[in-house]
């Protein structure tokens, strides 16, 4: 392992590296913003899950199902309106705590940039895996997502 990145403890029984210019604080306002968009997701709160996102042209969002196919969304106005839709179709409120887990977290910090790896397992069904990918920008002090790639395990 290079001289610039260790193992440090993400959350109780999961570790994950850390490289160049990373602090603790850093790391737990990513986790954070991350929880906080998707508590607002589950709540079908829109306006709560967009201010976790960065709002431009260059924003992303992209899925592969294997029931779905896969979809690109380019830039946060693209983003909106299917997310908007969803909840509109999908109106039922969850908690966290119902509907996921998190596991094998990974979270790589460079500055005002970083990129977060997860396993979300949904709970309710119990086999419901979904692996993550989410590039982070900072934004006037806060992290925000730039960048979702979200893969459906068969």
């Excluded at 508590?39 to 829109?46: C, G, K, S, V």
């Excluded at 992303?60 to 969803?86: N, P, Y």
């Excluded at 790896?117 to 979904?130: A, P, R, S």
Aim: proline share 3%.
């Amino acid at each position: 392992m290079p001289p610039y990145v260790s193992r440090v403890m993400l959350q109780p029984g999961v570790t994950g590296d850390l490289g160049m210019g990373e602090s603790e604080a850093d790391k737990a306002a990513i986790l954070a913003a991350i929880r906080g968009e998707t508590e607002a997701w589950l709540q079908r709160d829109f306006e709560a899950m967009a201010s976790h996102w960065v709002q431009s042209p260059q924003t992303r969002r992209m899925e592969a199902f294997a029931s779905l196919g896969i979809r690109v969304d380019q830039g946060w106005d693209a983003i909106a309106t299917r997310l908007k839709k969803i909840v509109e179709r999908f109106p039922e409120k969850q908690t966290f705590e119902q509907r996921v887990s998190w596991e094998n977290i990974n979270v790589i910090v460079a500055v005002d940039m970083a990129w977060v790896t997860y396993d979300q397992i949904g709970t309710d069904t119990g086999d419901d895996l979904k692996r993550l990918l989410k590039i982070m920008h900072r934004v006037d002090g806060v992290w925000k997502i730039a960048c979702l790639v979200m893969m459906e395990s068969t």
